[in-house]
Nanobody, 124 residues
Framework: QVQLVESGGGLVQAGGSLGLSCAAS????????MGWFRQAPGKEREFVAA??????YYADSVKGRFTISRDNAKNTVFLQMNSLKLEDMAVYYC???????????????????WGQGTQVTVSN
């Protein structure tokens, strides 16, 4: 069982930066592929970024602006968000996947554990 707790959300101006953290419990955290997803009001949850071993994956909409990383010693995964846009505003969720595969990393249905989400608000 893995428990995930996100933090770091808040209000930021368009063009600004924000960093999210996701603290995980569980001794085998390092073996779990991790992902970040987001959901805006009235929209479906969408993939943002994922990390598995040394590989990272990004949605086209955030590529070049967001960076996912992890610190296995601290059981934490991060999402650094730069050059934020109004359309980035959403509740951001981190997720952990039990199966150690890269296939399907962008599919929320492939993740087994979810955090409660943290709100990111972007103002103009």
């Amino acid at each position: 069982q893995v428990q995930l707790v996100e933090s770091g959300g808040g209000l930021v101006q368009a063009g600004g930066s924000l960093g999210l953290s996701c603290a995980a419990s569980g001794r085998t955290f390092s073996s779990y592929p991790m992902g970040w997803f987001r959901q805006a009001p009235g929209k479906e949850r969408e993939f943002v970024a994922a990390i598995r071993r040394g590989s990272t994956y990004y949605a086209d909409s955030v590529k070049g602006r967001f960076t996912i990383s992890r610190d296995n010693a601290k059981n934490t995964v991060f999402l650094q968000m730069n050059s934020l846009k109004l359309e980035d505003m959403a509740v951001y969720y981190c997720a952990a996947r039990q199966i150690d595969r890269s296939i399907g990393y962008s599919n929320a249905g492939n993740y087994d554990y979810w955090g409660q989400g943290t709100q990111v608000t972007v103002s103009n």
